[in-house]
C-alpha cells in the first residue's frame, strides 16, 4: 500500500529554472517529511526535511513547502543547476519511526 | 565509523544460491532499515529494527527473505535460493532514534543473480 505518491516521475529544467516536485500522503500519522537527493550508485542522501507544523522551510536555493489540511508537500530547487540533475525521493516518517518513500523523480537540468 | 557500511558493494551469484550482505550502521544509531532499489525504481521497504523491539518484517516479500541485527548494531540480510528478480540494490540506512528523521543511507550492495 503505497502511502506517499510523487510526482511527476521525470522532470527536465533548464539551467537557472524552477524545479518543482510534489508528494501527497495519506496517513495522517506522519510527524517528519524529508527529502532525499540519489546520484547513480550512491545511497539516497537526506536533503532537507520539514514538521508538519511548519508551512515553508528553507535552505539555500532548496525549499519545502507544506500544506496540512491537503495532505500535500513540494519541492522548490530554484536557479536550478546542471549539478542538481539526481533522482528526488520525497518521505514520510510515522511516530514508530518507519521511514516510507515515495516513487522518485528523476530530475534532468539542461545547461 | 563515519558513515554505514555495506558489504559487499558488488554480488554477482548463482540463481540457487544463498547470499548475505552486510551493513554496519552508524555507531549509536538504533534504527535499522533494510530497502530494495530495482533498475530506475524507488525504494522498496524490506525491514526495520528499532532498539531492542521486534523488527518490523511486513516488507520482506517472500520467506526466503530474512534478517538480523546483532547486538543492536551490525545487520545481515540473507537471500536464500537466490531468483532472477532478486537482482537488486540493497540499501541500509541508520538513525539515531525513533522518529528522529536523518536516515544516513549506505552506498548498497548491488545483487546480480545470474
Known amino acids: 500500500q503505497q502511502q506517499v505518491k510523487q510526482s511527476p516521475q521525470s522532470l527536465i529544467v533548464q539551467k537557472g529554472g524552477i524545479s518543482i516536485i510534489n508528494c501527497a500522503y495519506e496517513?495522517?500519522?506522519?510527524?517528519?517529511f524529508p527529502w532525499y537527493q540519489q546520484f547513480p550508485g550512491k545511497g539516497p542522501a537526506l536533503l532537507i526535511a520539514i514538521r508538519p507544523d511548519v508551512s515553508e522551510k528553507k535552505e539555500g536555493r532548496f525549499t519545502i513547502s507544506f500544506n496540512k489540511s491537503a495532505k500535500q508537500f513540494s519541492l522548490h530547487i530554484m536557479d536550478s543547476q546542471p549539478g542538481d540533475s539526481a533522482t528526488y525521493f520525497c518521505?514520510?516518517?510515522?511516530?514508530?519511526?518507519?521511514?516510507?518513500f515515495g516513487q522518485g523523480t528523476e530530475l534532468s537540468v539542461k545547461p | 565509523g563515519a558513515g554505514v557500511s555495506q558489504s559487499p558493494s558488488n554480488k554477482v551469484t548463482e540463481k540457487g544460491k544463498d547470499v548475505e550482505l552486510r551493513c554496519d550502521p552508524i555507531s549509536g544509531h538504533t534504527a535499522l532499515y533494510w530497502y530494495r532499489q530495482s533498475l530506475g525504481q524507488g525504494l522498496e521497504f524490506l525491514i526495520y529494527f528499532q532498539g531492542n523491539s521486534a523488527p518490523d518484517k511486513s516488507g520482506l516479500p517472500s520467506d526466503r527473505f530474512s534478517a538480523e541485527r546483532t547486538g543492536g548494531s551490525v545487520s545481515t540480510l540473507t537471500i536464500q535460493r537466490t531468483q532472477q528478480e532478486d537482482s537488486a540494490v540493497y540499501l541500509c540506512?541508520?538513525?539515531?532514534?525513533?522518529?528522529?528523521?536523518?536516515?544516513?543511507f549506505g552506498s548498497g550492495t548491488r545483487l546480480t543473480v545470474v
Open positions: 518521505a514520510a516518517i510515522n511516530q514508530g519511526g518507519k521511514l516510507i
Open positions: 496517513n495522517t500519522a506522519f510527524d517528519y
Open positions: 540506512a541508520s538513525s539515531i532514534g525513533q522518529g528522529a528523521g536523518g536516515y544516513t
